[in-house]
């Protein structure tokens, strides 16, 4: 197992893919890309979303084949396309994205599954699942009760649930697809110590992100890919987190910092000691008409439970809410909407767009009230409106009726922040509102927002990426634990001390 | 102890109902608290039960069926006729052949909806239909009362009078039900593929990407319930000593109910054997006490729906949530 020569110094790849060409329903995913990883080394795949990175990871893992003439070279022996079997057998291991997990299933036969795919119907060997499964949990130095249905424990569990499944067996290069997205930074930090000692023993590893800032420090290559297309290989050395976006995107990026002072505004939003037990504490904040507010901190800081509670979907338990100077208290986010109060959802894809829909029913779902003539709704108001917000927020799109799941992840974004507007409302909450969005693309949601703010509008900007709040608002809270425990002045604070306090 | 009831919820939760009902009509009724009724529950819950048990696999495999039912009528109505061709034969043939159309029909569900992807509903809604369209076409309704001797011939497997003069018995189709639950037991947590068939209903993607055959997947679920179908088609053919064609019509809905009243999860990945049986042997015992409280049958459906949801919701239910009182939703400031 321990190969010395695996660490370091070894330039003979462990496997090497060329001429890999893929093609669904007509759209190229990708064009002749070239990928190769070697034993032992931290390897970095980057690229935006649709770039081709995880389509290339199934051609690697033999859940997709790609299109004849490709060349797939792995521990000497070659081969034209893969089997997840085969795959799996010969130390190829992937930790996805969504885990991939069964979550009904025990936890020892989530991480032992590999025993009971491949060959003839067979006796299951249960013992024989539960000492893998703990050995391989062992490795990790994690203890978990490997009986339990894997639904009884947490996300972050589950993703150690997912590593010790790639460790299984022989790992030889283990793929971790887009690793840290749902991590704390203890996590994140836990999780490359284990990246360090896979790769001392000689197993590669293989970041899948478009997130790299974090495992840069680990790397020894990175691999960029973009539209489908191979960029280049680079040395991690010297590399750098806006270098990289430049590659994935063609584009560069001059990020400054957007604030101005607004405290002559009059206040929209203001909280005294709003308090939920448990999730958040005495949160005391204001919020000025035309002012950006950021906040930031780590998941699970409180900050969502905080815009829920804003927006009527949670209820605090102690603590004075005020719009426009006049107390407020919701019981639904129905009454919130007609205080004018949005919130565009974190979660954009499950709970903020309803994906087979229209691109228009989906923009006038929260504003019915609007398009309604003689108690229907009128196809005619619905078509001024939706072409009035297609219009100001420069969405791309090419009929109203298409499905909104045709359009990018960041025109769906501009769909969601219309709808909202459409609401007229007078404090804007954007959670996270570039999670799924391009590089190239956020930039383009921030002018929006500078645009809105410019208009009178406040707006409450979460992110837990310390640079989008540090740019893009007029001040930044940071939240820990439930609490407010500093602010900042993007114009005298610099991004680092704002990045080591949320971090640290 | 207490992990199992942590681990199995349902199976308690539905055991603690089934006790509690079986205790309620021990004192409200002079003959349920008897071996004689039990074995007589027993005999008459064999065809439920092996219809469940199948219908249980296509359940956790992330499917449903609509059409085992008819399915297993056909399957009787195939038999009897070609038993009547062949003149005779015995049950080990009777199986073979009942036990291969019910698979005939089951993978014919199966190709649908790999083939074409359809949903697994949609699909069944429409062979529910042609089956049965077929069968009253062919036989015009005609039931087939002139069967062989040895399906027809009652199979007393064990026998005893006891003290009072009523008479305990094991039959046939017991002996059948029983087999056909510990093979499908054996099936879903022993082998193999009925991990694989728990994870494809659990999560299909992530089966995927192991490479478990989803194809196969739908054709063992389906097959499985088919070859369940046949069996039990035979069995109640044999119970009820004639072929009526529509005698199962309706019948799916009850196992259904029966099922998922089991524990079994309508989207895949979830659902016991034990908790199957405890589920028809629930619904069974409930008609089978309002039976003897002399409740008029009228009034049977009705029960027993409410037996099901407060059932379901029990078991679907943690304590702390059905105590209003108990919950931290917190004030409004």
Known sequence: ?504 | MHSYIRTHATESALLLVILLISLFLSFATENFFTLGNAFDLLNTSSVNIIFAVGLLVVLIAGGIDISFAVAASVVQYVTAVMLGWIGGGNWLFGFLLAGTAGIVLGAFNAFLIHRFRIISIVATISTFNIYFGLLMFFTKGVSIYDLPDWLTTRVVLFEHEMANGTWVEITLPVLVMVVCVIATWLLITRTTTGRQLYAFGDNPEGARRFGIPIGAMQFIAFGWLGLMAGIAGLVQAHYAQEVVPNALYGRELDVLAAVVLGGARLGGGKGSVFGCVLGVLLVSITQNGLNLMGVSPFAFKMIVGAIILVAITLSNTSIEKLLPLARSEGKRP
């Open chain 1, 1 to 504: 197992m321990n190969n010395p020569a695996g660490a370091e110094g070894n330039d003979k790849p462990l496997l090497a893919l060329r001429h890999i060409n893929m093609t669904f329903g007509g759209v190229k995913a990708l064009k002749d890309v070239s990928f190769e990883v070697r034993p032992g080394e931290v390897h970095c795949l980057a690229g935006e979303n649709g770039s081709g990175k995880s389509t290339l990871i199934k051609i690697i893992t033999g859940v997709y084949r790609p299109e004849t003439g490709a060349e797939i070279t792995y521990d000497g022996q070659a081969y034209s396309h893969m089997s997840p079997v085969t795959a799996q057998a010969s130390g190829i291991k992937v930790i996805w994205q969504d885990l991939a997990l069964f979550p009904e299933m025990s936890v020892a036969e989530n991480i032992a599954f590999e025993t009971m795919v491949g060959g003839w119907p067979r006796l299951v060997n249960y013992g024989r699942m539960r000492n893998i499964a703990t050995d391989a949990l062992a490795r990790l130095g994690v203890s978990l009760d490997v009986d339990l249905p894997l639904k009884s424990y947490a996300i972050a569990q589950r993703q150690i649930v997912a590593i010790a499944r790639a460790l299984v067996g022989e790992a030889r290069v283990v793929f971790m697809d887009e690793p840290t997205a749902s991590l704390t930074q203890s996590e994140t930090d836990y999780l490359l110590d284990i990246v360090r000692n896979l790769s001392a023993s000689g197993v590669a590893v293989v970041f899948v992100s478009h997130r790299l800032a974090e495992v840069l420090e680990i790397s020894s290559r990175i691999t960029v890919l973009r539209d489908g297309a191979l960029v280049g290989v680079y040395p991690a050395d010297g590399m750098t987190q806006s270098r990289i976006t430049e590659l994935m995107t063609g584009k560069t990026f001059d990020q400054q910092v957007r604030a101005k002072p607004k405290q002559d505004r009059p206040v929209v939003l203001e909280l005294e000691g709003l308090t939920r037990r448990g999730q958040f504490e005495d949160v005391s904040l204001t919020v000025r008409s035309g002012e950006t507010l950021g906040i930031t901190g780590l998941l699970g800081a409180g900050r969502t439970e905080l815009a829920l509670s804003l927006f009527g979907m949670l209820h605090p338990t102690a603590g004075r809410m005020a719009l426009d100077g006049r107390p407020i208290s919701f019981s639904s986010n129905r009454e919130a909407i007609a205080a004018g109060i949005a919130y565009l959802s974190e979660d954009r894809l499950s709970l903020g767009l309803v994906q087979p829909q229209s691109i228009a029913d989906n923009l006038v779902i929260a504003s019915l009230r609007k398009i309604i003539a003689g108690g229907l709704i009128s196809e005619d108001r619905k078509r001024s409106l939706v072409k009035h917000w297609i219009a100001e927020l420069g969405v791309k799109i090419g009929l109203q009726d298409d499905a909104i799941s045709t359009l990018s992840g960041g025109n769906q974004q501009r769909v969601a922040i219309a709808k909202w507007l459409a609401t007229d409302p007078k404090l804007l909450i954007l959670d996270a509102p570039t999670v799924g969005v391009d590089v190239g693309a956020r930039a383009g949601i921030f002018d929006i927002v500078a645009r809105l703010a410019e208009t009178g509008l406040a707006i409450i900007l979460i992110s837990d990426e310390v640079p989008e709040v540090y740019f893009n608002a007029d001040r930044v809270l940071h939240m820990k634990k439930g609490r407010i425990v500093g602010e900042y002045d993007p114009r005298q604070a610099s991004l680092a001390e704002i990045e080591e306090a949320v971090y640290a």
